[in-house]
């Protein structure tokens, strides 16, 4: 496994393996790497000759009050895990390495983003789609896996692909859960045993909606005061619990089974977490 701090020479490695023929996958993560990003490291291997996993907490995607210097980081880990899963190179640049002190240059997406996170969070898009943007363009992958876990995250990648004419496939790869149904997520660290036994009302949220479709329930607003009714009896307090279109993210009063997902973002304390489920 190759390991690359320097976005030229990851760039002159993807270009000479592209050159020979290689179907080239990219993983972004942020590191922290846990079941649900294997998933996707193996989701790339199945479909590409080669995959490339990068590992960077992105600092431009974080608010001022975020979590950015907390986050979890795990380097050595994240290697181990990179080699175990079989990925061909694995990209560690810092902060300094993927940003001119002087950069001036964002990638906007101007209508998916400013919904549900990205009203909560007015910036977190911006600074997704500007390092995504990057690193489609030094590894230039053919393929890249991003996890159902950030739903409009793919959705709003999936745009900016087609907007900007990057000639990548997008594969949306399932959500990993816990055995009791919590969604891997790096954040998870941040749960104590308590919030981490009253998270489980987002699984359990989730799960009762997809009962109630499945039973025939169609009316939006219902499932999302169900939503909101479950977690916040848990203490967890939703930013949102939206159905929405599954393609465009915008709001819906009738589900409509198949092309509906249902979104949650909750707080409790100083503590966030999202889920959602496909309807
Ligand atoms: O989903 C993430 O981990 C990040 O938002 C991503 C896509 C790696 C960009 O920093």
Known sequence: MDIFTSPDELHAWCAAQKHLGRVIGLVPTMG???????????????N????????????????????????????????ALCQGEGADA??????????????????????LSRTLEGAERPTHFRGVCTVVAKLFNIVQPDVAVFGQKDFQQVAVIRRMVRDLNFPIRIIRAPIVRDPDGLAKSSRNAYLDPDARAAALSLSQALRD?????????RDAARVEAAARATTTAAGWLPDYAKVIDAETLMPIQTILPGASALLLACRRGGLRLIDNTLL
């Open 32 to 46: 922290s790497l846990h079941e649900g990003h294997l998933s996707l490291i193996r989701l790339a291997k199945e």
């Open 48 to 79: 590409c000759d080669l995959v490339v996993v990068s590992i960077f907490v992105n600092p431009t995607q974080f608010a001022p009050n975020e979590d950015y210097d907390a986050y979890p980081r795990q380097e050595q880990t994240d290697l």
């Open 90 to 111: 694995v990209y560690l640049p810092r902060p300094a390495d993927m940003y001119a002190d002087d950069a001036s240059v964002w990638v906007t997406e101007t209508q």
């Open 209 to 217: 909606a997809q009962a109630a479709v499945a039973a025939g329930e």
